[in-house]
């Protein structure tokens, strides 16, 4: 089983709302990580979490906080977006190590009115 | 830095075979990964290379070549549901993917 979950599918939310994202697998994987696409651009990482600690955060705003309550779970907290943070929001899993296969989640499409 | 290179956009006919290429300098090398991604949906596993030659996988095949730092994708027997943004990817540093833009492939009747 090579499956990521993640809810909700579709998210609609205004810039002073706070709403998370939430992405589960149960692979024993311990990599897990939170990715943003824009249309026609390839997925850009946000974060990384190994072990549950939280690994990389490549510059990401702290309107986005994440969260790893334990290892087959992953949060992404949003509060006080902009327009321009409209996207999808993939998690990923793999094994922890370099060359290992990231298996994605179906994604959250976000709309930030 | 990494740097993966594919071209943007290719037509081709069902039941045709076409060929998406892929060429990368990284610091390192730790395999290359091909994903397919149809409009709003995640990225899927495709193959990952590691040696240099052709891996076949069904319809699929995978090339690499290390040495010229070039990969490519050989969709055979296209089917309309192959109409998808390809995806090159290669692995550095711990837990990172550098992506190439990917390469829309549409498939006409």
């Known amino acids: 089983d090579t499956e990521v979950t993640q809810t909700p599918k579709h998210l609609v939310m205004g810039m002073t709302n706070k709403k998370s994202l939430k992405c589960e697998q149960h692979?024993?994987?311990?990599?897990m990580y939170w990715y943003k696409q824009k249309a026609k651009k390839p997925p850009e990482l946000m974060f990384v979490?190994?072990?549950?600690?939280?690994?990389i955060n490549e510059s990401v705003p702290s309107r986005f906080s994440p969260e790893c309550p334990n290892s087959s779970l992953l949060n992404l907290h949003l509060h006080a977006l902009q327009p321009e943070d409209s996207a999808l929001y993939l998690c990923?899993?793999?094994?922890?190590?370099?060359?290992?296969?990231?298996?994605f989640g179906p994604g959250t499409r976000l709309l930030v009115l | 830095g990494q740097n993966i290179d594919q071209p943007t956009e290719m037509t081709a006919t069902e039941g045709a075979i076409v060929q998406i290429n892929c060429t990368y300098q990284?610091?390192?090398?730790?395999?290359l990964f091909w994903y397919q991604q149809h409009a709003g949906e995640a990225p899927t596993f495709l193959s990952y290379?590691?040696?240099?030659g052709l891996e076949e996988k069904g319809r699929f095949s995978s090339f690499l070549s290390r040495s010229k730092g070039y990969s490519y994708l050989l969709l055979k027997e296209l089917q309309m549901k192959d109409s998808a943004s390809y995806l090159c990817?290669?692995?550095?540093?711990?837990?990172?993917?550098?992506f190439g833009k990917g390469n829309q492939v549409v498939v006409i009747p």
């Open positions: 979490y190994s072990y549950e600690k939280l690994s």
């Open positions: 990817a290669a692995p550095y540093g711990n837990n990172r993917l550098a």
């Open positions: 990284t610091s390192g090398f730790n395999g």
């Open positions: 290379n590691v040696l240099d």
């Open positions: 990923a899993s793999s094994q922890e190590g370099v060359g290992e296969t990231q298996y």
């Open positions: 692979m024993g994987h311990r990599a």
